[in-house]
């Protein structure tokens, strides 16, 4: 039996409307290209920059339950805040963010993130000072790696201890395209 797209997509909308969902997702476009978005009832759980929707959706089934569909409507007030963040509009995001099933010193280090201002950069050392944990810069740069929300956990902005930029997971160039956005980079002039 084959089931219309419509009655599909109305089914998946109903499921969320109904608190059914452990994971609500869909796919966001953006001028970085094309993200994977995900809520629970907490807040924004996952941004996953060229995502792989299947292997994505596994594995939030394992981190958060296995009620997971891709559902719009729960990631419209994710959608529209990048929307404004990527047109220029918004520099603080307001958006709740799950991240119970951080460790601790993960969950530190991204409150920590999540307080280094728009169009500003800091360092891996600084996070890791600001932690109270000044000897793991390594650390931190591996929660870095593993941010599940980059963007609104804005870990584009963290830098090496000498200014340049290194380790993000969505690609150097991405990286500098948002800090250009932000400002916290100059354009390069050609000669």
Same mark, same amino acid.
């Given at each position: 039996?084959? &089931?219309?797209?419509?009655?599909?997509?109305?089914?998946?909308?109903?499921?969320?409307?109904?608190?059914? *969902?452990?994971?609500?997702?869909?796919?966001?476009?953006?001028?970085?290209?094309?993200? *994977?978005?995900?809520?629970?009832?907490?807040?924004?759980?996952?941004?996953?920059?060229?995502?792989?929707?299947?292997?994505?959706?596994?594995? *939030?089934?394992?981190?958060?339950?296995?009620?997971?569909?891709?559902?719009?409507?729960?990631?419209?007030?994710?959608?529209?805040?990048?929307?404004?963040?990527?047109?220029?509009?918004?520099?603080?995001?307001?958006?709740?963010?799950? !991240?119970?099933?951080?460790?601790?010193?993960?969950?530190? &280090? *991204?409150?920590?993130?999540?307080?280094?201002?728009?169009?500003?950069?800091?360092?891996?050392?600084?996070?890791?000072?600001?932690?109270?944990?000044?000897?793991?810069?390594?650390?931190?740069?591996?929660?870095?790696?593993?941010?599940? &929300?980059?963007?609104?956990?804005?870990?584009?902005?963290?830098?090496?201890?000498?200014?340049?930029?290194?380790?993000?997971?969505?690609?150097?160039?991405?990286?500098?395209? !948002?800090?250009?956005?932000?400002?916290?980079?100059?354009?390069? !002039?050609?000669?």
């Amino acid at each position: 039996m084959t &089931v219309s797209p419509t009655l599909d997509a109305r089914f998946r909308e109903a499921a969320a409307a109904a608190g059914l *969902l452990d994971v609500a997702y869909d796919l966001a476009e953006t001028p970085i290209g094309t993200l *994977l978005v995900a809520t629970t009832d907490r807040g924004l759980c996952r941004i996953s920059i060229d995502p792989q929707p299947d292997r994505e959706a596994e594995a *939030l089934a394992h981190t958060f339950g296995v009620r997971v569909l891709r559902a719009t409507k729960p990631i419209d007030p994710v959608r529209r805040q990048l929307d404004e963040y990527f047109e220029g509009k918004r520099t603080e995001f307001e958006l709740p963010v799950d !991240l119970r099933h951080q460790a601790a010193f993960s969950r530190a &280090v *991204l409150g920590r993130l999540a307080r280094v201002p728009y169009g500003q950069v800091t360092t891996y050392g600084a996070l890791a000072a600001a932690a109270d944990r000044p000897k793991a810069a390594r650390a931190v740069g591996t929660v870095m790696n593993r941010n599940p &929300v980059p963007i609104v956990l804005p870990c584009h902005r963290v830098v090496g201890a000498n200014g340049s930029l290194v380790g993000y997971g969505g690609g150097l160039e991405r990286k500098e395209q !948002l800090l250009k956005l932000e400002g916290a980079l100059q354009p390069q !002039l050609d000669m």
